[in-house]
Every structure is written in C-alpha cells, then in structure tokens.
C-alpha cells in the first residue's frame, strides 16, 4: 500500500457529473431499490416481480419474472427515440481502413443476421462461437444472438485453434462465427483452416459462418460453410425481436482457474444489463457527445461489458479498433484519439508502461485535448504508470477511473465515481453503490487497516455470473464454499485497505497469472509443457515484470533429465502457441533437475515464485526434498547471468 498523494474530482468535472453526492449512501440504505432503479433505465416487455431472489444461492435471480430483449435495448430503443443516424462504431482497421456505422445501420444488419442465423437454425438457448478479430461484424453478431436469444461466446483471436476447439465442444455450439484470415501486427494471417481442425468431428457444428476480412482465399466445407456477405443479402432488413426472460442466459466468457480447464461463466439478460448499462454511465459519465473508446479485444470480459452491451445500451459513439498497438507505430492510439476526437479512453496498466517506455514525447507528437475521462483495468495499475496517464494523456485535467472487476462480476465492482471518489493512484477506491466488499482473513474476520487478506463479495450485484456452463458444483466450489456461512464470494485476489476503506489489491492468492491484463492457469500451462515429447515435469509462475505486470517462466526437467539445449525454449513456446495460443508463450524456459515438491507430489509454485520474485524465507518444511530448492535456486541464477548476457 504505497503512500500517494490524493486526487480530488476536478471540479468542473464534479460541477456536472451524472452521479452527484449521495448515490452510495442511498444505495447501501436501500440497495434492492437502487438497483430497481437502475433497471428502470431499460427497457422491459414485462415488468420483473421480485428484484433478487436468493432462493437458488449462489445462484441468484435478479428481476425475475421480467421480459426483455438485449439487442432491442442496445439498439431498436436509440432509433425509436429519432437516433438513428447516430455514429455507433468508428472502426479502424490495422492496416488503417475505416468505416463509420449509424445506430440504423447497425440495427439494420443486426436484423439480417438475425434472421440468417435463424434459417442456419439457431434457436433460443442454442449458442455460437465467435472467433473473429475486431470487426463491425463481430459486434452485430452479438447483437444478433441477443436478438434472438441465442447463448454468444467469443473466443480471442489470439487462441490456438485446440483452445478454440475445447469452446466449442464445451459449448455444444451449433454455428461458429470467423473470418477468412486476420491482420496481425501488420501481417494478413490465415485463421479458416485452424477453424476447420478445431471443429473436425465436432457434429454438433452446423455450420461454419464466414466473414471476408484479408480476402485470401480459404479450404471450404461446401453444405457447412456459408459466406456471411451471401447468407446477409437474401434476408429481409426486418427482425420482429421476441422477448426473453431477465435470466435468459445471454453469453459464456471463459476464464482461467486453477485447473487446466477452462470455466465457462454464464452471464444471463436482465441483471447484467442493468449493472453493465449503470456502470458504464455512472463511471464513464457517459454523454451524447461522447466519443468513447475502450481498446479492449471484444473476446474479452471487459469489451462485453464496456463496449457491446453498456455503451451501446447507452447509445453512445464508440470507437474500436482491429489492430496492435503498436502497429505500425507505437503512437497509433494517439493518432486514433486524435483522429476521432475520443473524449473517453479506457485502457490497461500494462500498455501504459508500454507507452512509458517511449517518453512522454510519444503522447506529446497528438492533440489529446478531446479527452476528459481516463480509466484502467485488468491488473492495478502501480502509481509511477496512473500518474503518467494522468499527466502525459489526460493532461492533468482527466479523472482516472480505475475499474476492479472479473470475468466472474460482469461488471465493475470496485471503482472512484469519477465526480465523487478522490482518487489516489494504485487503488481502485471504494465498492461502487449497490454492492460491498470487504478483506478478511480465514476466518472471515475483516483484517486491520494495511492488512492483507481475501477480497470478498459481501453484497453482489445483478451482473454476477449464475454459474459455471456444465459444471455448477465448480461455481459453487471455486467461489462460494470458503465463505458459505456467510454468503460471501471469494474473488481469488488478495488485497488490504487503508485507514479510509480504499481498496488496494494485491496478488493473486490461487495460481492464476496474469500477463498483461490477461488470466492464464499455471495449471494449463504446466499440462501443455507436460504434452510435450522432451518435458516429464514443469511448474510455471508469473515473475515480475516492469510492463507486462508478470512475465511466465516456465521451471521444466526434461525426459532425458539432461543438459539445457538451446532449442528446447523455442521448441516449447511454439507448442504452448500451438496449444493455448500465442498469448500463453513462456517468456523464459529454465530447465531443471528438480522440483521442490510437497510430501504429496504437489509441486510447490509458491516457492519458485517467490525466488523469481527476489523473495526469500518462504516455509520449506513440507518439501520431501529440501534440497531440491537449492538445484532450482542455481539454475535461476545460473539462466539470469547468461539471459542478462553477463
Ligand atoms: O486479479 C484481478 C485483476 O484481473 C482479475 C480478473 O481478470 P479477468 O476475469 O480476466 O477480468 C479482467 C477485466 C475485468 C482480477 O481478479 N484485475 C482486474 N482489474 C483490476 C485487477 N487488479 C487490480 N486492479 C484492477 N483494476
């Protein structure tokens, strides 16, 4: 918890921000009410009978017995109102095409596609993958599956097509949705025939939707696969949009636990639409004006919420864009800011120190004075890079709005309003109104001011997800069973508070990394390195990294137990690429003789961690070996002095 100075609201921001003084009290006086409130934003068929209903717990029902469909709020109701010609999207390309898209416009070929998917024969309850980069057409297949109540999943583009191919069959998906190839930091890759094995003998698969993006020509599957472009253009323009029940389950996000497998958190209709659609207002303080931009890949947890269903609920302007970074400059974000006039840049910690790293001279080359609100998500954000934004990007004039939240909360959690909460640089504040949280240690006891123990859940909100797709005994387990007694969700992460209540998190407390906002298993990891002809054991940890946050190193002892051979690295990251995907690459191999390993077998990560960490005194005495830390602690020193090319 380092010591930083405050941050106030600046007050003309303060002047005129949509949430006013007040809100939280109210809120934590009557939180069913306020969240009645915030539903009320919406737009129902059928008004819900009860707000929550904890019946089911851990699952709960939120404005049960409502009716609504998703897509109609994100769009039939922002035409209905005469805005139609509104600017929805303004996409980039990465090789620097664009294309601007109207409410109407968007609502037009939503209508389409619901109707094509319709004749490919998905029904409500039935869900589609997505595998597609950053297009127009992955948000208006979203918003077509809302439409017609069908289950989405996006998978990252990033992925390989095994981990593509465990979505889908996990899913039981009918239609997966993907492009003909993608561009990738300035190359046109091909992504068709990885589709074509990640769905082979998967009979459930129908059909395969394709969308042109490189135009490169692709392998066809003639009877399963279907032109997007083709299926579009013979259907009609108008989709009569049925409703749905607000626990309608509207898509499955998959996150990294502490296995090797996967979760598959299901987020349904109603509650999470309310709490998406409030946040989003609440903290991006979002106005017709608006130009809005949160970089995030679509594929992942925070563009579902704070790009397809809260903005677009909001009926704001947004800006998405296909590509790198850094491609094919490092200052592309800014010329993108510039460009469109964004006025809200939603952003993540590691690509701040990334921008670091070139000077502030790099955010000096724009005019950035369009911009009046900042925010941060997927890992803290340490106080050197929150300044930095503040100052270089924001100029000084913009709030930073750093947002705690998972796969799991669907929405933020824990964040400044940006009019009210003081901020100070490394906390996400304070649980927003509606929820609670608190950190307490084992036995459930709040831990003293500066004290680290678990981040809890104490009160929920609406876009909590109801469980895991297949497995609800994990959901209950993961999450619930620590703190059953008293009802509270475990978030994983450790944290502590300050003398204020403001929020710091710390580390993860499972073994679950997290690479530059991204959450990958050890677990996975180590069981990809392990399938691998030449690895017999391997034990991956998150090391501390000046930009990426955490950097994987993968611990491996090989099957002929021999020398380090300087291809076996290579050799590894391409199979963990070809396994999880590029993502998940081991930063560096180190191989070792051993392992330190409990008297059960489990390897001690713990331990390995710390020494990559610089930690030292860790409890060695649960080791059946404790000399087998000194052979890992000499090869670490041994692969830093020839890695550091001392
Ligand atoms: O460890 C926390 C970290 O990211 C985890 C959630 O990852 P994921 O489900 O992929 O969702 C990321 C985007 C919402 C959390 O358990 N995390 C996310 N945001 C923050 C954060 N840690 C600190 N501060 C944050 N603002």
Redesign the pocket.
């Known amino acids: 918890m380092p010591d930083v100075e405050t941050y106030p609201p600046p007050p003309e921001f303060a002047a005129r921000a949509h949430v006013g003084p007040g809100v939280r009290e109210a809120a934590d006086a009557d939180p069913l009410g306020f969240w009645a409130e915030q539903a009320a934003r919406l737009q129902w068929d059928r008004p819900w009978d009860t707000v929550h209903d904890d019946r089911d717990w851990p699952t709960a029902r939120w404005f049960d017995g409502g009716r609504l469909n998703v897509a109609v709020n994100c769009l039939d109701r922002h035409l209905d109102a005469g805005r139609g010609g509104k600017v929805a999207l303004h996409w980039e390309g990465e090789p620097g095409d664009r294309r601007t898209v109207t409410y109407a416009q968007l609502h037009e070929q939503v209508q389409r596609l619901a109707n094509g998917l319709t004749e490919l024969g998905v029904g409500p309850g039935d869900r589609v993958v997505l595998y597609l980069p950053v297009l127009v057409e992955t948000v208006v297949a979203t918003m077509a599956c809302a439409r017609i109540g069908a289950v989405v999943s996006l998978v990252f583009g990033g992925f390989s097509a095994d981990a593509l191919r465990f979505r889908v069959a996990d899913t039981g998906a009918t239609v997966v949705v993907a492009s003909d190839g993608q561009f990738r930091r300035g190359a046109a890759v091909p992504v068709k025939a990885a589709v074509d094995e990640a769905v082979a003998g998967l009979d459930h698969v129908a059909h395969v939707l394709v969308v042109r993006r490189t135009g490169d020509d692709v392998p066809w599957t003639a009877g399963r696969d279907v032109w997007w472009d083709e299926l579009l253009e013979r259907q009609p323009a108008e989709h009569p949009a049925p409703s749905f029940p607000a626990e309608h389950p509207l898509f499955i996000?998959y996150?990294?636990g502490t296995t090797g497998r996967p979760k598959g958190l299901v987020h349904t209709s109603g509650g999470y639409l309310t709490q998406a659609s409030w946040t989003h207002w609440a903290l991006f303080d979002a106005r017709d004006d608006d130009v809005y931009w949160c970089q995030?890949d679509l594929a992942?947890?925070?563009a579902h919420?704070y790009v397809l269903y809260g903005p677009l609920s909001n009926g704001t302007t947004q800006v998405i864009y296909e590509g790198s970074p850094l491609t094919p400059h490092p200052g592309r974000h800014f010329e993108v800011i510039e460009r469109y006039g964004v006025t809200t840049y939603y952003t993540a910690?590691t690509l701040v120190r990334t921008f670091m790293k070139h000077g502030p001279q790099l955010p000096a080359g724009y005019d950035l004075t369009s911009l009046r609100l900042l925010g941060?998500?997927?890992?803290?954000?340490n106080p050197e890079a929150w300044r930095w934004l503040h100052e270089h990007v924001g100029g000084g004039r913009c709030p930073v709005v750093?947002?705690?939240?998972?796969?799991?909360?669907g929405a933020?959690v824990?964040?400044p309003l940006p009019g009210q909460t003081p901020s100070k640089p490394g906390s996400?504040t304070l649980a927003l109104p509606g929820m609670a949280v608190a950190v307490v240690d084992e036995d459930g006891r709040e831990t003293k001011p500066g004290v680290e123990g678990n981040?809890v859940i104490t009160r929920p909100g609406p876009a909590m997800a109801r469980t895991v797709w297949g497995d609800h005994d994990r959901f209950v387990r993961s999450y619930w069973a620590p703190y059953a007694d008293r009802r509270w969700y475990l978030?994983?992460?450790s944290a502590s508070r300050d003398e204020d209540g403001y929020v710091w998190?710390g580390?993860?407390i499972d073994d679950?990394l997290?690479v530059s906002?991204?959450?990958l298993s050890s677990i996975e990891l180590e069981s990809a390195l392990v399938s691998h002809p030449r690895v017999a054991e391997a034990a991956v940890v998150g090391a501390p990294d000046d930009v990426t946050g955490q950097r994987i190193v993968a611990f491996v002892i090989t099957r002929a137990g021999g020398d380090d051979d300087s291809g076996l690295a290579e050799e590894l990251r391409a199979h963990v690429a070809a396994r999880v995907g590029a993502v998940a690459k081991p930063r560096e191999v180190v191989v070792v003789t051993d392992l330190p390993k409990t008297r059960s077998g489990k390897i001690m990560r713990r331990l390995v961690a710390d020494m990559t960490a610089g930690r030292t005194g860790g409890d060695t005495t649960s080791l059946t070996d404790p000399a087998s830390m000194g052979a890992v602690e000499s090869a670490w020193t041994e692969h830093r002095r020839t890695s550091s090319g001392a």
């Open positions: 996000v996150t990294s995030a992942w947890v925070t919420t910690p941060s998500v997927g890992e803290a954000i750093d947002t705690w939240w998972q796969s799991e909360t933020a824990v964040a996400a981040l978030a994983g992460d998190i580390g993860r679950v997290n906002g991204h959450r």
